[in-house]
Structures are given as structure tokens and as C-alpha cells.
């Protein structure tokens, strides 16, 4: 999945204003514009579209964990990747929300995608162990449908 689709999901999942969205980015000590939150959020096809770069994924991100469980004094913030992928885009999503492992096969099931506990425990673990794995598309689009789900209990799945 591409930054924009995360920030998109993300957005409509909360409910957030473009306001709101800059303000998280601001959050994680990151200034953005309003035009190129607007820019990020559009379709690949609309005319204006710009794609947002790893590095501000991550700043949003730290800014949604700040955002959702506030800033800890005690533990610093969390550092920013310069490359972005779907196991680090998980990682922060599930700090955020507050999940624990064993959430995250809840979270998908509601989704109506079944990933057993050892396959969610292997995308948590560090690259290079034996049992690392990659977190795929599909997972992490049924995650975010899920979270969906669960904060806009309004929003019907398609039929």
C-alpha cells in the first residue's frame, strides 16, 4: 500500500479534518502544509495528487501515537524511518491504537481475513530472524478495514 492510501484510511477512520491531519503531523515536531496534506489525500488520477514521502509517513505516525495515547515523558519518541514499509506501517498503527499482538488477528477478523497469531507474531519480529515475515498488502488493507469497522461502526461492509 502507498503512504497516501494509509493517510486516506486513516482520515476517513477517525473522521479527521485536513486541519486535524496537520495538526498530528505537528504532533511529531513536523510542519506541513495544508496544500500538500490535500495534495497526499487525492487519488493517483486527480489532477494535483503528489505522493507522500516515507520519511513524513513516519512523522504522521509518531504524531498519531501522540495524538491517540498522548506523549510520554518518561519514554522518548519514537525515532523516524527514512524507508517505509508495511511491517513498520503495522508496527506504528498498532502502537497507536493500542493493540496487542493478539489484537491484531481480532482486528483482521473483522475484516473478514483470517491470519493465525504466529502469522502476526512473525511481521513483528525483527528483520533477518529465522520466523520474520513480511507484512503483505492484503493484510495490512484488511487491518486499516478492520480498524474502520471498529471506529466507524456506521460504515457497512460491502455486500
Known sequence: MTNND??????????????KMVSIFALAACEVPTADMQAWL???EDPGFRSCP??????????LIFFRR????????????????????LKKLRIAFALKTTDIAEVLKKADFTVSPAEVSAIFRKPGHKNYRECGDQILRNFLKGLTLIHRPQTRKPA
Not at 494509509?6 to 486541519?19: C, E, F, K, N, P
Not at 498522548?70 to 506501517?89: C, F, Q, V, Y
Open 42 to 44: 487525492k487519488k493517483e
Open 54 to 63: 516515507d520519511v513524513l509517513m513516519g512523522y504522521f505516525l509518531n504524531g
Open 6 to 19: 494509509v493517510l486516506r484510511s486513516v482520515r476517513y477512520m477517525l473522521d479527521l479534518s485536513d486541519a
Open 70 to 89: 498522548g506523549a510520554s515523558e518518561d519514554a522518548p519518541a519514537p525515532t523516524i524511518e527514512r524507508k517505509m514499509n508495511n511491517n513498520i506501517l
